[in-house]
């Protein structure tokens, strides 16, 4: 792709109401656009870092047995009413009328996941169900002021899965944290497991997936050891503690929370009368989980945790492009075609402006790879990573392959 | 995939309201299920359907320049207001209050495109522009009764084009017309391209792509030489008369409308004030486009037109597997994982179920190749397309090779 024909440059200001770094850095890069409070457009760059998460996720979620699907996002009050969240979760779900009729919008699908499984399931033998889809969510949050982490609509992978006994749940809901795990790995993201508070979803404890940043909202107490974490709205030891197994004082810290996992036991499919007859011809009531991974807040927790004061520094596996070329001289169109050629993802500075600018736009971008061909670098390309200060002049195929 | 575990088995039964041949064959065979009224869940079989469909779409309009992007699904009224479409389209527009802001629903995204355009152009340099994204519509029809072809919510891919000129505006407007056939190609549905009316969109001539079919809520008057067509709500000549080429006699049929492309004019950008600087320094308001097709929306009509008594007969480019393995003995279990390790897609029918049962909904599914591992086959495969009635005894290597 060519910078010039991209469709939204780097911008020098972001709203001034956006004080976050991740917004900061995402809407003077050009990933993303605000349209208004909490609620963002992906612009192509946000939109093929998007792209790749969501490959990351269906591909981890694939190998637990997850079925992907599609669920509406508008949804019949009388759904919502058969929990009782039509009237708990008022808050925060967008409620509307017309002709007569009372929707919700998706701020969440247990509901709809449940509805969907009680008509197509009967029997023990129809278990386990593991369904997932991407789709928005709509969430009318009082605090929408951390950029695209806290969002009033958003991209979500939500996975539900109810099983025959709570053994089966339990096996499933711990593979799925592994999986998580995994996949917060790919994404250049260490997490710690954090025990929390389920909120509108249920009294249950739950595990949230915590990332260490100043910026983030929640609060956790963790051993550095790994072997115990909770969010402070349940913790009831004090930083500076021992963990049980010794290995240091408990630490406090803030936090972004970017997946959470649930566990419901019996509780909504008694509410919502889902059930299946067992082997020995009575009714059973499946034991339900329910596991969301925000897209849209992974891509703002990468770029709050991975940046410098010049910009965004991608991992490669979400980067955006893997290479950012700089041309400043005419040999530079070629060096472009013959990298495409080669299957890599590139995105060519074509612009008509200073080598500075340029370098600064690459820097900000954050893409792992900065080659440059100009009239100083001669019949050899220059080879920098983001990650690193160091700069080299390679031939054009030492540095593709460096690249592929 | 075992199709004992898919999600959501063949039913006999579509529910009694659901009239049309599209929803009643995608309902019956697990494709999609129906939340309420003109809404309809993607089931992991109807998924797979709906991403290849979506895939066909991507290529041909990355090809025509398109730049992909997501734009949000919840939109200001004040953007809205800016067209006066918050008041002229208020019957089809989901609108809501939440906490005195007033939003409403995407019914379309011309004013949010518009919205973000004249935020990162300036300069006639910026043109033309070219964003398109694949997202949910909501529109509260009136007559929802057509099964998934007419949708309250519904999966569109819509693209967006602004222009420097008129003349560089019509160019696109046909090579979109262009790459719109190459679609409906691929995916097997044969268009009319047809003038028609507007709506709330605009008042100058539209051109749909319509699908002949009875189910069709659209009624065209054509020429079978592919000179002429035009919707009858605008259509001033009458069925019998000659086209002006001399073709034939022009035919009048019922239709479902699979695309749309729309010029705008000027009148939109006037409204929302998107104008950029030409190279004399002069304001000029840039030509508007916009380019829809619905993707739930192009699955029912491809079930529309292609089945016959038994079932769905799905093209190979959109079919959900390449192939349904209807396993009878213990040897079949082989055969599945050796096809799945040449990287076909593959349902295999394990269920412990009758022959004619895995029979009936092989032909319901409509997935290309039934292949067949028998007692009676031997050592040899079963093999039968499903718009053949004529059956083959292969050795595995032999139907792999057909199929790949």
Redesign the interface.
């Known amino acids: 792709m060519k910078y010039?024909?991209?469709?939204?440059?780097s911008t020098k200001d972001a709203p001034k109401d956006e004080v976050s770094i991740n917004a900061q850095l995402l809407l003077r890069g050009?990933f993303i656009?605000k349209?208004?409070a909490g609620?963002?457009?992906?612009?192509?760059l946000g939109?093929r870092v998007?792209k790749k998460i969501e490959a990351i996720i269906r591909e981890e979620i694939n190998k637990t047995?997850g079925?992907?699907?599609?669920?509406?996002?508008?949804?019949?009050k009388s759904l919502w009413n058969e929990t009782g969240r039509w009237e708990t979760a008022k808050d925060v779900m967008?409620?509307?009328k017309?002709?007569d009729h009372e929707?919700a919008?998706s701020f969440t699908h247990e509901e709809?996941f449940l509805?969907?499984v009680r008509?197509?399931t009967q029997s023990f033998?129809d278990y386990p169900?593991k369904?997932y889809h991407f789709s928005?969510k709509?969430r009318?949050e009082l605090r929408a002021k951390s950029g695209i982490l806290r969002g009033?609509?958003f991209?979500m992978k939500d996975l539900y899965s109810l099983h025959a006994d709570q053994k089966g749940f339990e096996k499933y809901y711990w593979e799925v944290a592994d999986a998580y795990k995994k996949i917060f790995k790919r994404l250049g993201l260490e997490v710690i497991v954090t025990e929390a508070a389920g909120g509108v979803f249920t009294k249950n404890v739950t595990h949230e997936f915590q990332v260490l940043s100043e910026t983030g909202e929640d609060e956790i107490i963790y051993c550095e050891g790994g072997d115990f974490s909770q969010n402070t709205e349940i913790a009831k030891v004090k930083e500076g503690k021992k963990c049980d197994l010794g290995h240091g004082p408990l630490k406090k810290a803030k936090s972004i929370e970017v997946g959470n996992i649930f566990g419901f036991g019996q509780e909504y499919c008694k509410k919502m009368n889902v059930s299946f007859t067992n082997d020995k011809g009575e009714k059973v009531y499946p034991y339900f989980g329910s596991y969301g991974i925000g897209l849209t807040r992974a891509m703002g927790t990468i770029a709050e945790v991975h940046h410098d004061d010049k910009g965004i520094i991608w991992p490669e596996s979400v980067a955006p492009y893997q290479v950012y070329l700089v041309g400043l001289n005419s040999k530079a169109d070629e060096v472009y075609q013959k990298i495409e050629k080669e299957g890599i993802e590139v995105l060519f500075d074509d612009r008509d402006v200073s080598a500075g600018e340029k370098f600064k736009d690459a820097d900000l971008i954050g893409i792992p790879v900065r080659l440059v061909v100009s009239d100083k670098t001669g019949e050899k390309i220059e080879f920098k990573k983001r990650t690193e200060e160091k700069t080299e002049l390679l031939s054009l195929d030492a540095a593709i392959s460096r690249i592929s």
Not at 4 to 9: G, Y
Not at 39 to 44: A, K, M, N, V
Request: proline residues 6%; charged residues 25%; without cysteine.
């Open positions: 010039s024909e991209l469709f939204a440059k050009g656009d349209l208004m609620s963002f457009s992906l612009l192509p939109f998007v047995g079925q992907e699907v599609l669920m509406p996002l508008l949804h019949p967008y409620q509307l017309k002709d929707y919008l709809i509805d969907l008509k197509h033998r169900v369904l928005t709509f009318d009033r609509e991209l």
